[in-house]
C-alpha cells in the first residue's frame, strides 16, 4: 500500500515561494495521476492541482492558476507543487494524493483519490 510523504511545507511571508514535495513510500507513483488539495482551519478541504500520469495535462483550482506549478519525477517517484506569489488566503494543510486508477488524467474530486499523505502545513503571513 503507497503512502504519499509530503514535505516542504513552512512559515513565508505573503508575496514568498515553496515547493511542496511528496515522494511513495511502499509503493510507486509511476502511471497513476497525482494530485495535491489543502485544507484551511474550518473549512473543507478543497482541490488545489492535478497532473496526469504521464505529465501531460495539468489542472489548477482557479485561485491557484499562474502561481503553481505540479509536476513529476517519475524516477524519482515524486511530485512538486511549486508555490509563488503566496497570500494569507494560501495558509492551509497541504495533502498529497494519488488517484486510483492507473493511467487516469487527474480530476478534481477528492473521491477519485485513494492513497492520502499525513498532510504538510503551509502559513503564510501578511
Known amino acids: 500500500q503507497v503512502q504519499p510523504v509530503e514535505s516542504g511545507g513552512g512559515l513565508v511571508q505573503a508575496g514568498g515561494s515553496l515547493r511542496l514535495s511528496c515522494t511513495a513510500s511502499g509503493g510507486t507513483f509511476t502511471t497513476y495521476a497525482m494530485g495535491w488539495f489543502r485544507q484551511a482551519p474550518g473549512k473543507e478541504r478543497e482541490f488545489v492541482a492535478a497532473?496526469?500520469?504521464?505529465?501531460?495535462?495539468?489542472d489548477y483550482v482557479d485561485s491557484m492558476k499562474g502561481r503553481a506549478t505540479i509536476s513529476r519525477d517519475n524516477a524519482a517517484n515524486t511530485v512538486y507543487l511549486q508555490m509563488n506569489s503566496l497570500k494569507p488566503e494560501d495558509t492551509a494543510v497541504y495533502y498529497c494524493?494519488?488517484?486510483?486508477?492507473?493511467w487516469g488524467m487527474g480530476g478534481r474530486q477528492s473521491d477519485e483519490y485513494g492513497s492520502w499523505g499525513q498532510g504538510t502545513q503551509v502559513t503564510v503571513s501578511s
Open positions: 494524493a494519488r488517484h486510483k486508477i492507473r
Open positions: 497532473l496526469s500520469w504521464n505529465g501531460g495535462r495539468t
